[in-house]
């Protein structure tokens, strides 16, 4: 099982959607979850930090995490065609690995006028 | 000017030969990263430092040192550059914010390829 993984995509929505991006992780000392975007060609953005079960809610962008389901999710409300990237998704555990990030392979969002 | 940089943005080589990519930042960061990135497969870590005199290998070190000149510099080298070493390279820096949450910032990216 892969440490982090998330929905394999691509993901398609229309213009005005809430695109849902979904992400699970293995290591259950995981302690804080982060949400990259990246335009193709050019480097990951971050764009959401969370810590703390919940939501967390940044203009268009909730992201939501769950430590008991090992579940992290990022909802993009009144989705953009500029949205269209790849989301990647990162996590920090705790312990020996303090201070590093894992990612997911990453989804490719499509938002179409 | 750009908080990350990288040298050089693009590099083709061939088989056998030794490259070095270097990072810059100017943003007081103790912490770097070097990923690369191959479709599909996300980033993936190769080596970390946490300060000048810790360096510490991650997922994939295989075929990479690295050199950290001083807080602001780090290198990567391939000693003997092989074709699946092609890949895109990215650079990232990070501190801590409060709440001890590890918020990391990635450079341009270095393009590789090796023939």
């Known amino acids: 099982q892969k440490e982090v993984e998330q929905n394999s995509g691509p993901l398609s929505v229309p213009e005005g959607a809430i695109a849902s991006l979904n992400c699970t992780y293995s290591d259950r000392v995981s302690q804080s979850f982060f949400w990259y975007r990246q335009y193709s060609g050019k480097s990951p953005e971050l764009i959401m930090s969370?810590?703390?079960?919940g939501d967390k809610e940044d203009g268009r962008f909730t992201a939501q995490l769950n430590k008991a389901s090992q579940y992290v999710s990022l909802l993009i409300r009144d989705s953009q065609p500029s949205d269209s990237a790849t989301y990647l998704c990162?996590?920090?555990?705790?312990?020996?690995?303090?201070?590093?990030?894992?990612f997911g392979q990453g989804t490719i969002l499509t938002v179409h006028p | 000017d750009a908080d990350v940089t990288q040298t050089p943005r693009n590099r083709i080589t061939k088989t056998g030969k030794r490259i070095m990519l270097e990072c810059s930042q100017t943003?007081?960061?103790?912490?770097m990263y070097w990923y690369r990135q191959d479709p599909g497969l996300g980033l993936r870590l190769i080596y970390y430092s946490f300060d000048v005199k810790d360096i510490n290998k991650g997922e994939i070190s295989d075929g990479y040192s690295v050199s950290r000149q001083a807080q602001a510099k780090f290198s990567l080298s391939l000693e003997s550059a092989i074709p699946n070493q092609t890949a895109l390279y990215f650079c990232?820096?990070?501190?801590?914010?409060?709440?001890?949450?590890?918020?990391?910032?990635f450079g341009p990216g270095t393009r590789l390829t090796v023939l």
């Open positions: 990232a820096t990070s501190d801590l914010v409060a709440g001890g949450v590890m918020e990391q910032f």
């Open positions: 943003k007081g960061h103790d912490r």
């Open positions: 969370i810590y703390s079960n």
């Open positions: 990162a996590v920090n555990a705790g312990g020996t690995s303090y201070g590093k990030l894992t």
